[in-house]
């Protein structure tokens, strides 16, 4: 193994101007940060509220270095003939495109699926968070993760109680057997307002341009819940947040959805109209309507007037220091795993399909002579420092001598970065397995 490895730049006197230009400078190559290096339990903020994306990551990198990712999307009876899935298997074998098309496909339908489902988890976890940080939090709802409880439970000094949807229907009507279903909700809790006890339920969606008329009543059917169990011991808040304030559009649509959910107007009266009428403007204007004693219904648009909007019903004005939303949302812009995996795994995909070569596999044919570096590239809390050094000149050495690999960069910063981020996800596999992977060959993944 070259000594060079591990240290940072080149000083060889026998490199000429035409290559040391050619070679990208480090300082023009961006950082990377890893949470599944940092933080590869997921215990931290911001890794704990990003588990389920960070699991997709995960997953995508294993099938990587294991061998199958072209195979983590399943065809079914739909797909088959809506997206002609069928009639690219019936030309795969002797038509590269076709071949192509079904691999891609079913990938990409896979991977942006499982985003799908999973992305409304990071909203609903800042929810929850900023009440916790903003709020005089009494009880309030958590899922059954040990992790995110214990995080939660650490946000304060003062103690507060974990309580289930169940609990807190409970608090609010003391004088019922609460029993049957009772929903979902995105963020649930009983606050001490200063002056009294109050209730606040979030429904949070990142847009409201998606989905049908449907899709937009369903937004009260949790506060339908509480509206069939009469009046509630506390104030009650339903918060309607709707993430992006782009999709304002739709707003009109959105709140007539609501009240016809909620049977409000419904009848040709000039009275009912006038209600109508009435919570139509109001739930406009972003101000809170008065479904019934105790029980207000409030839409927002945008981080901005969400927390506004919670911060004024739970009286936060004395914690005026504590982060926003949009500070909280900051946290979640500079981060690498998600993108990468799926970057790589795009590329690899078509390498595959067309060329039946894989840069993956040829990567760790290289690496297979640099055992001594590739055992540091595991997970220490006090050398990922170290591991990001490593990985910077493990990747010029690389790029050195790596005569054909198959992608579409034809810059040097480009293929140095390309190479640099394999690397990583390297990394990242190796502390994922804690195992090398020596048996990893073409024959194993199902390479052409």
């Given at each position: 193994?070259?000594?060079?490895?591990?240290?940072?730049?080149?000083?060889?006197?026998?490199?000429?101007?035409?290559?040391?230009?050619?070679?990208?400078?480090?300082?023009?190559?961006?950082?990377?940060?890893?949470?599944?290096l940092?933080?590869?339990?997921?215990e931290?903020?911001?890794?704990?509220?990003?588990?389920?994306?960070?699991?997709?990551?995960?997953?995508?990198?294993?099938?990587?270095?294991?061998?199958?990712?072209?195979?983590?999307?399943?065809?079914?009876?739909?797909k088959?003939?809506?997206?002609?899935?069928?009639?690219?298997?019936?030309?795969?074998?002797?038509?590269?495109?076709?071949?192509?098309?079904?691999t891609?496909?079913?990938?990409?339908?896979?991977f942006?699926?499982?985003?799908?489902?999973?992305?409304?988890?990071?909203?609903?976890?800042?929810?929850?968070?900023?009440?916790?940080?903003r709020?005089?939090?009494?009880?309030?709802?958590?899922?059954?993760?040990?992790r995110?409880?214990e995080?939660?439970?650490?946000?304060?000094?003062?103690?507060?109680?974990?309580?289930?949807?169940?609990?807190?229907?409970?608090?609010?009507?003391?004088?019922?057997?609460?029993?049957?279903?009772?929903?979902?909700?995105?963020?649930?809790?009983?606050?001490?307002?200063?002056?009294?006890?109050?209730?606040?339920?979030i429904?949070?969606?990142?847009?409201?341009d998606?989905?049908?008329?449907?899709?937009?009543?369903?937004?009260?059917?949790?506060?339908?819940?509480?509206?069939n169990?009469?009046?509630p011991?506390?104030?009650t808040?339903?918060l309607?947040?709707?993430?992006?304030?782009?999709?304002?559009?739709?707003?009109?649509t959105?709140?007539?959805?609501?009240l016809?959910?909620?049977?409000?107007?419904g009848?040709?009266?000039e009275?009912?109209?006038?209600?109508?009428?009435?919570?139509?403007?109001?739930?406009?204007?972003?101000?809170?309507?008065?479904?019934?004693?105790?029980?207000?219904?409030?839409?927002?648009?945008?981080?901005?007037?969400?927390?506004?909007?919670?911060d004024d019903?739970v009286?936060?004005?004395?914690?005026?220091?504590?982060?926003?939303?949009?500070?909280?949302?900051?946290?979640?812009?500079?981060?690498?795993?998600?993108?990468?995996?799926?970057?790589?795994?795009t590329?690899?995909?078509?390498?595959?399909?067309?060329?039946?070569?894989?840069?993956?596999?040829?990567?760790?044919?290289?690496?297979?002579?640099?055992?001594?570096?590739?055992?540091?590239?595991t997970?220490?809390?006090?050398?990922?420092?170290?591991?990001?050094?490593?990985?910077?000149?493990?990747?010029?050495?690389?790029?050195?001598?790596?005569?054909?690999?198959?992608?579409?960069?034809?810059?040097?910063?480009?293929?140095?970065?390309?190479?640099?981020?394999m690397?990583y996800?390297?990394?990242?596999?190796?502390?994922?397995?804690k195992?090398?992977?020596?048996?990893?060959?073409?024959?194993?993944?199902?390479?052409?």
């Amino acid at each position: 193994m070259s000594s060079s490895i591990g240290r940072e730049g080149s000083s060889n006197p026998n490199e000429g101007a035409h290559q040391r230009a050619n070679k990208p400078d480090r300082h023009d190559c961006p950082e990377r940060r890893l949470l599944l290096l940092e933080d590869p339990k997921l215990e931290k903020y911001p890794a704990v509220f990003l588990k389920g994306l960070l699991d997709q990551a995960r997953e995508v990198i294993c099938k990587l270095f294991e061998g199958g990712i072209e195979k983590l999307g399943m065809s079914d009876d739909i797909k088959a003939f809506t997206a002609s899935i069928v009639r690219a298997e019936e030309l795969g074998s002797s038509h590269l495109l076709a071949d192509y098309y079904k691999t891609m496909f079913l990938f990409q339908q896979w991977f942006h699926s499982s985003y799908r489902a999973r992305q409304g988890k990071v909203l609903e976890h800042l929810m929850r968070y900023a009440l916790v940080k903003r709020a005089r939090v009494d009880t309030i709802v958590l899922p059954q993760d040990s992790r995110l409880r214990e995080f939660f439970q650490q946000l304060k000094p003062e103690p507060f109680q974990i309580a289930t949807i169940k609990d807190i229907f409970q608090l609010l009507y003391p004088n019922q057997n609460i029993q049957g279903t009772l929903g979902d909700i995105d963020a649930f809790a009983v606050v001490d307002a200063v002056s009294c006890k109050r209730a606040i339920a979030i429904q949070i969606r990142s847009r409201d341009d998606t989905g049908g008329a449907t899709a937009k009543g369903s937004l009260v059917d949790f506060l339908k819940k509480l509206i069939n169990f009469g009046v509630p011991q506390l104030e009650t808040l339903y918060l309607i947040g709707v993430w992006d304030k782009q999709s304002i559009t739709q707003k009109k649509t959105t709140i007539n959805k609501v009240l016809d959910a909620l049977e409000i107007g419904g009848k040709k009266s000039e009275e009912e109209q006038r209600k109508r009428e009435s919570a139509s403007e109001m739930l406009d204007k972003g101000k809170r309507y008065k479904l019934k004693d105790r029980i207000y219904l409030q839409l927002r648009y945008g981080l901005e007037d969400i927390q506004h909007a919670i911060d004024d019903w739970v009286n936060a004005n004395s914690l005026a220091s504590a982060p926003n939303l949009e500070d909280l949302a900051r946290d979640f812009i500079c981060w690498d795993d998600f993108w990468i995996a799926y970057a790589i795994a795009t590329i690899e995909i078509h390498n595959k399909s067309l060329t039946g070569r894989s840069n993956i596999v040829e990567l760790v044919s290289l690496l297979e002579n640099r055992s001594e570096i590739c055992a540091r590239l595991t997970h220490n809390p006090e050398t990922i420092e170290t591991i990001h050094r490593d990985i910077e000149q493990l990747a010029k050495d690389i790029v050195a001598i790596w005569n054909k690999p198959v992608h579409p960069f034809t810059a040097p910063r480009d293929i140095f970065l390309y190479v640099r981020d394999m690397l990583y996800l390297y990394a990242i596999y190796k502390d994922t397995k804690k195992t090398t992977i020596s048996t990893y060959t073409e024959d194993s993944d199902g390479a052409h």
